[in-house]
């Protein structure tokens, strides 16, 4: 019998994207209240070539600042989130330690 690992549990997207403009939004995470200044996690605009400019605000955030449409944006976000919640639950690297030289 062969055994498998499973692969870890992808996160539900809790991110609001709201419409600010014509084309501009903010993606908010909707798990924080309203009155909560980390809720903003970045804004997108729409540039003249049709791809999607973001400035993030918020970590953990994608490396990527441009995309080609809002769902492969947000799963950039699904899947940065995810990674910092997998390296946190990771232990340390440990660091060498030497003994003094004389």
């Not at 997108?44 to 049709?50: C, L, M, R, S």
């Not at 769902?71 to 660091?95: K, N, Q």
Request: proline residues 12%; charged residues 25%; neutral net charge.
């Amino acid at each position: 019998m062969t055994m498998t690992a499973p692969e870890p549990p992808k996160p539900a997207s809790i991110w609001e994207v709201i419409p600010i403009g014509r084309a501009a939004w903010r993606v908010c995470d909707g798990n924080l209240t309203e009155s909560d200044a980390s809720r903003l996690i970045a804004y997108v605009d729409k540039n003249e070539t049709g791809t999607l400019d973001v400035l993030w605000l918020r970590s953990p955030c994608p490396t990527r600042s441009r995309y080609r449409s809002m769902p492969e944006l947000i799963a950039d976000l699904d899947r940065a989130v995810a990674e910092h919640i997998i390296s946190r639950a990771m232990r340390p690297t440990e660091i060498p330690h030497f003994p003094p030289q004389h």
